[in-house]
C-alpha cells in the first residue's frame, strides 16, 4: 500500500476527514497497522459516534442499578445479597450472510459479556425479525438463525427461556437478530473490565486466533450489498464446546481471587479488548503480538489484532498470582499466553519478535469522534401516519378477521421455533416460553423469581418514532408485570438504517427521547445495551431500509416466585375482567397491515401515568394471590389476546364468552390496540377486590365474561365472534410449522 495512506481512508473503515483526526492525534500519520486498529474502534460498532450523543440522555441511574453503561454488561440489585447482569446485543449483518453462524456466534458473543462481569450466564432471549415467509430467501434466514441459536445455547447449556419474532418486508435481506443474556451472581463477585495497575500482566485465554471474522467491526458498521455474499470472512465461527471450558475457567479464577480485570474478545478482537482494558485503567500497554496462538500460519499483526475468532478473552492477573490462575487454566485446557505488561505510558505499543509495529496514544484510540445531525422526517412517513381511517369499514366477518390475525407470523404461535431451544437446563425456569408474557427464572435458595422480556413494535416505531420507543417501554413492562414482577431496568438494542440519511436519524433522535421519558416514567433506567445501524440493502430498485426498531430487553424480580402469573385460563367459572380501556385504535395496528394491506394511521396514545397504575394494581393482585391469570393485549387487540389466553389453557378450560360493549365500532373493540391494559381471569371472590383496587387509582375496570369451558364467544358493538378449538388451534399454530418444514405439536 502506498505510503501516503489518506487516499486509502475507507480501506480502513475511515473517511479522510477521520484519517486527517487521526493525524492530528497520533502526531504523524499513521502506519497501516495503527489507521486499521482506528477503522475498528473508531466505526459505529465500536464507537457508537452518531449515537453516542444521544445516548447520554438516557436515564441510567436509581438504586437498584449496581453497574451502569460502560461495562461489558449492566448489573442490577434482585435482593438478599444477589444481582442479575444483563445485556443485548445484535448480529444482523452476520445472520444475513450466514445465518446459522451468524446468529450462534451472536449467542457466544453476548454470553460471554455476562460471565466477564462475574456472573453465571441462566438465560437467554432472542429478537428476530425477517422478512414475508411466503418467500424462499426469508424462511432459509429463519431456519438458519433458528439453527444456530439452538446449536449454540443448548451445546453450552444455557436455556434460551423466551423472544419474539416480527415479520415485515422491510426486514428481507436485512435480518435482525438480537440476543438477550442474563447471568447471576453475588454482589461480591462482580468483576471489572480494566488492566488494573502498571505492572501487571495481561493473558490471552481461549481458542487460538484464526482469519474468520476480520473486519467485523466495519462489516458491521456499513451497509450491506448486493456483494455482501463476499463478506463471510467477517462472520466469525463458533464451538460453544471451549466457550463451555472457558465460562467454567474464568468463574473458578474468579472465585480464587486470581483476577484484576477481565474482558471478552468481541467486536474487533484485541485491539478493542486490550485498549477498552487500558483506557478505562488509564494506562498504557505494550502488546506481543507474536506470542498470540494462532491456528493459521503466517497472520500478520493486522490479522491477530483484528479478528474476531471467538471463545476468546483477556485476563489481568492479580499480580502475583500469575502462577496459580496458568495453573488453573491448564486444568481447563484452554491455550493461556502472557501477551501484555501493563505501563504508566498511556499508549497501545505493539510489538513484533522486539520490534515495534504500532505506538499510539490509548486515549485517541478509544475516544472517536461525535456526530450530531440534523433530523428531517420523511415526508411519506408524516403522510401515512396523518391518513385519515374514518372510511375504513368496519369488519364483516370477525371471525374469519380473528384467524388472519392468528396466523400472522407476528401473533401466530412459536412453538415450533421454541421447541427447538432447551429452556429447562439448569431446572431454573418455572415460566416456559409460550406460557406467559415472560420467562421467570427461580433463584435457587431464595424466594427470589427472576423474570425477563423482550419487546418492540417495529411498525409502531416506523409511523412515530417517539411513541413508538415509549410504547416499546411500556410493553415490556407491563409483561414483566402480567407474571407479578416489578420492573428493573433496560438493556436496549437499537436497530436502524444509515444515520447520515436525515430521516434515518431523525428516528434514531426521537427514538431514544421516547426510550428516555417511558424509563423515566416506569422507573426502569438503561444499564447498557447496543446500537446497530446501517441496517439497510442495496436492492435494484434503491436503498431499502429496515423499519427502526429499538427493541427493549427488560428484566424484573419477584420477591416470591410462587405468587406468579400466566396466560392461560384455569378454571371453568373465572370471571375476565378487563383491566384498562375497553376500545383501541386501528392506527398502525396488526388488523390494518394484515386485514388492509395498510402500514398507517398513527399508533395508539400512551399514557404513561396510567400505564404505571394498571401494572402496579396487576402486580398487587397477583403477589396477594387473588390472581393467577394476567395477560396484557398487544397486537391483534382485545379479540386475539382472549384467544391466547384460552389457547395457552387447559383443553378443559379453552371456551369463554365476553361481551364488550358498544360505544365504537366492532373493529376497534375487537382489534383496536392500546397500552395500558391487561386481560384477568379472577375467580369469583376476587372480582369485587380487584375492580375496588381499579377505583382507587382512578383506571377503568370492568367485568367482560366468564370462562365457560364450552365455546369461545365474544360480542362487540352488534357483531358476535364465535370459533371452534380446532380452528383457533389450526389457525395460531400452523405457521411456523410450514415455514420451518416442522410438525407445529
Not at 495481561?202 to 473486519?215: A, E, H, I, M, Q
Not at 444509515?498 to 421519558?517: D, F, H, I, K, S
Request: hydrophobic content about 45%; aromatic content about 6%; glycine content about 12%.
Amino acid at each position: 500500500m502506498p505510503d501516503d495512506l489518506r487516499a486509502h481512508a475507507a480501506t480502513f473503515g475511515l473517511t479522510p476527514q477521520e484519517f486527517d483526526a487521526v493525524v492530528h492525534k497520533v502526531g504523524r500519520q499513521p502506519n497501516a497497522l495503527e489507521a486499521a486498529m482506528f477503522g475498528a474502534l473508531w466505526s459505529e460498532h465500536c464507537g457508537y459516534k452518531n449515537s453516542k450523543p444521544l445516548l447520554r440522555k438516557l436515564p441510567t441511574a436509581g438504586p437498584q442499578v449496581i453497574q451502569g453503561p460502560g461495562e461489558n454488561a449492566g448489573v442490577v440489585d434482585i435482593g438478599e445479597g444477589w444481582a442479575v447482569a444483563f445485556k443485548m446485543e445484535s448480529h444482523n449483518h452476520p445472520s444475513a450472510v450466514e445465518p446459522v453462524q451468524g446468529a450462534a456466534t451472536g449467542v457466544g458473543g453476548i454470553l460471554r459479556d455476562i460471565f466477564a462481569m462475574g456472573a453465571r450466564p441462566f438465560a437467554t432471549l432472542n429478537a428476530l425479525r425477517f422478512g414475508e415467509l411466503g418467500e424462499e430467501r426469508n424462511r432459509y434466514l429463519l431456519s438458519g438463525v433458528v439453527h444456530g441459536i439452538a446449536m449454540y445455547g443448548n451445546a453450552i447449556g444455557v436455556p434460551t427461556v423466551g423472544g419474539e419474532v416480527e415479520v415485515n418486508p422491510c426486514f428481507a435481506e436485512n435480518p435482525l437478530v438480537n440476543v438477550m443474556a442474563l447471568g447471576l451472581l453475588r454482589h461480591d463477585a462482580l468483576q471489572k473490565g480494566t488492566v488494573g495497575l502498571p505492572g501487571n500482566r495481561l493473558f490471552y485465554v481461549g481458542s487460538k486466533t484464526g482469519r474468520d471474522g476480520l473486519g467485523g467491526a466495519v462489516f458491521a458498521s456499513a451497509d450491506l450489498s448486493g456483494s455482501s455474499s463476499s463478506d463471510r470472512p467477517a462472520v466469525q465461527v463458533g464451538d460453544p464446546f471451549m466457550e463451555k471450558l472457558l465460562l467454567e475457567a474464568c468463574l473458578e479464577a474468579y472465585a480464587a481471587g486470581l483476577v484484576a480485570g477481565v474482558q471478552d474478545m468481541g467486536a474487533a478482537g484485541l485491539t478493542s479488548s486490550v485498549g477498552e482494558m487500558a483506557h478505562r485503567a488509564g494506562f498504557g500497554v505494550d502488546f506481543h503480538v507474536d506470542k498470540v496462538p494462532t491456528r493459521e500460519d503466517g497472520m500478520t499483526p493486522l490479522e491477530i489484532l483484528l479478528s474476531e475468532s471467538q471463545e476468546r478473552m483477556v485476563v489481568s492477573a492479580a499480580p502475583g498470582r500469575e502462577a496459580e490462575l496458568l495453573a488453573l487454566l491448564a486444568r481447563w485446557e484452554l491455550d493461556a499466553v502472557e501477551v501484555a505488561t501493563v505501563a504508566e505510558h498511556g499508549r497501545f505499543k505493539v510489538f513484533e519478535r522486539g520490534e515495534l509495529k504500532a505506538d499510539i496514544p490509548v486515549a485517541a484510540l478509544n475516544e472517536p469522534p461525535e456526530y450530531v445531525r440534523e433530523g428531517v422526517e420523511d415526508p411519506r412517513v408524516s403522510a401515512a401516519r396523518g391518513r385519515d381511517l374514518g372510511d375504513l369499514p368496519d369488519v364483516a366477518d370477525p371471525g374469519a378477521a380473528l384467524l388472519a390475525l392468528l396466523a400472522s407470523p407476528t401473533v401466530a404461535s412459536k412453538r415450533p421455533i421454541y421447541r427447538q431451544f432447551d429452556h429447562q437446563v439448569m431446572t431454573n425456569t418455572v415460566v416456559v416460553p409460550g406460557a406467559a408474557d415472560a420467562a421467570v427464572l427461580r433463584v435457587k435458595g431464595t424466594d427470589l423469581g427472576v423474570a425477563a422480556t423482550v419487546d418492540c413494535n417495529s411498525r409502531y416505531v416506523y409511523l412515530d418514532p417517539e411513541l413508538g420507543a415509549a410504547h416499546a417501554v411500556a410493553e415490556a413492562a407491563r409483561n414483566l408485570s402480567c407474571v407479578g414482577a416489578l420492573p428493573l431496568a433496560v438493556t436496549d438494542n437499537l436497530n436502524f438504517g444509515n444515520p447520515t440519511n436525515p430521516g434515518v436519524y431523525y428516528q434514531l433522535e426521537r427514538a431514544v427521547a421516547g426510550l428516555a421519558r417511558a424509563c423515566l416514567a416506569l422507573d426502569t433506567p438503561v444499564t447498557g445495551g447496543n446500537v446497530s445501524l446501517y441496517n439497510e440493502y442495496a436492492a435494484p430498485e434503491g436503498r431499502r431500509a429496515i423499519h427502526p426498531t429499538p427493541t427493549v430487553g427488560m428484566v424484573g424480580v419477584l420477591r416470591d416466585v410462587s405468587r406468579r402469573a400466566t396466560s392461560g385460563l384455569k378454571r371453568r367459572g373465572d370471571v375476565v375482567v378487563l383491566v384498562g380501556r375497553t376500545a383501541g385504535t386501528l392506527g398502525a395496528s396488526e388488523y390494518l397491515y394484515r386485514l388492509h394491506g395498510l402500514e398507517a394511521g398513527a399508533p395508539p396514545p400512551l399514557d404513561l401515568v396510567e400505564e404505571a397504575k394498571v401494572q402496579a394494581v396487576v402486580r398487587g393482585l397477583i403477589a396477594d394471590g387473588l390472581c393467577d391469570t394476567a395477560h396484557d393485549t398487544s397486537q391483534g387487540g382485545l379479540a386475539v389476546a382472549l384467544a391466547e389466553m384460552a389457547l395457552a389453557g387447559s383443553p378443559a378450560v379453552l371456551g369463554l364468552r365476553v361481551d364488550l360493549g358498544a360505544g365504537a365500532s366492532a373493529a376497534e373493540l375487537l382489534f383496536g390496540e392500546a397500552g395500558a391494559r391487561v386481560v384477568l381471569a379472577l375467580e369469583e371472590a376476587a372480582v369485587a377486590e380487584a375492580l375496588a383496587r381499579c377505583a382507587a387509582v382512578g383506571i377503568p375496570g370492568k367485568m367482560i365474561g366468564t370462562v365457560d369451558g364450552r365455546t369461545f364467544e365474544v360480542r362487540a358493538a352488534g357483531k358476535t365472534l364465535t370459533l371452534g378449538s380446532e380452528a383457533l388451534r389450526t389457525a395460531h399454530e400452523g405457521t411456523f410449522g410450514v415455514a420451518l418444514g416442522v410438525q407445529s405439536g
